[in-house]
């Protein structure tokens, strides 16, 4: 007897009435001691039953233990996981306990409880991660899933895109408005700031080389083609990407969370016309232009140290600018700008229309648009290295 156990298992329950309690009477008949409860044996008197009848099984040792429920008022699925444990564990410790007296009501909580899975030892079973060759063959399935997903919405852009054209009266420019402000307008302060330090050290570091030859009026032509033909266009558009194509697949996956874009399908409107073509319009309008204001920034960090540290003047610095740059350069490097605006805008966009889930899908939407547009960024921009060199 003294090994008898009681087990008490707790959970959240509705409509369970917080007033009244529970209460016992005791008596005894030639060894059998017959126990009342009365009022609610519920998740708030569970405890009290508990320490009543353990305090009646420290006392006395009876053979038979009759509980009688005639007087209870309440009983919910706490109560009843109380009794079904009280009496199994009376089977394991050699006394006969019997409920009497039980209404239809306990019979039919009391009828819920799966004894067997209650009184089977549970087990916590180690899940095996997947494999190297599981992960190969996962990562290889979702990158195929993600390559025609890309071409799937690519093909849909191009074909919005022209039908844009041919129809310009549909296009929604008050967002492209909108969107060129907070592409192009908003982006200048870090564009101009990241663009100027570049500058300012690339000019820096090449004049540490360059002065050892009695080169530094070099520097100036230098900084102005790398900035021109790569650094430019390149920078420009990681910066894009990571403020603007981020916001574009947050935008348009919490869009799709919130079933808005299901709510435009079922009024008739088009999604990727509706909310990608004026994205992608803005941000292939003012890429040039933040293209050339971050050569510009550039221009004035490495100016201020061509004529600072190196000695040059203004008007010399100007003038070794104007000789290293043409204008096939500048135009290339427009050009650049606004294909890889394309890439921007788009797989943002493409991003956020695949958002599945909460909040947790939009922010990996937005993370994978970012990198996707990282990744994207270099692949042309090494193309276009390797052409330009040919031509």
Partial sequence: MKNFKFFLYCGIHHNVPKEGSAFYSKTEENGNTVISLSGNISLFTIEEILLSLREILKEEQPKKITIDLSKVEYLDTSGALLLVRVEEEAKHSGFTLEYINMDQKIKAMMGLIDRDVLMTPQTATEKRGPGFIERVGEETVSLIKNIREVVSFGGELIYETLYSFFHIKKIRWGDVILYMKKVGVDGLPIIGLISFLLGLILAFMSSLQLKQFGANIYVPSLLSIAMV????????????????????????????????????????????????????????????????????????????????????????????????????????????????AILIAGIGCQRGFTVTGGAQGVGNATTSAVVAGLFLIIIVDSIFAIVLNYI
């Avoid at 603007?244 to 935008?251: H, K, M, Q, V």
């Avoid at 803005?282 to 201020?304: K, N, R």
């Fill in 229 to 340: 033909r790569e650094l430019g266009p390149i920078m420009t558009a990681i910066l894009v990407t990571g403020r603007s194509g981020s916001a574009f697949a947050a935008e348009i996956g919490t869009m799709k969370v919130n079933e808005e874009i299901d709510a435009l399908i079922t009024m008739g409107f088009n999604p990727v016309r509706f909310l990608a073509i004026p994205k992608v319009f803005a941000t292939v309008i003012v890429m040039p232009f933040l293209t050339l204001f971050s050569d510009i920034s550039a221009f004035l960090g490495g100016m201020l140290i061509g004529v600072a540290i190196l000695d040059l003047t203004i008007y010399t610095y100007i003038q070794q600018t104007i000789k290293a740059i043409d204008v096939f350069n500048i135009l290339i490097s427009l050009f650049k700008s606004m294909v890889l």
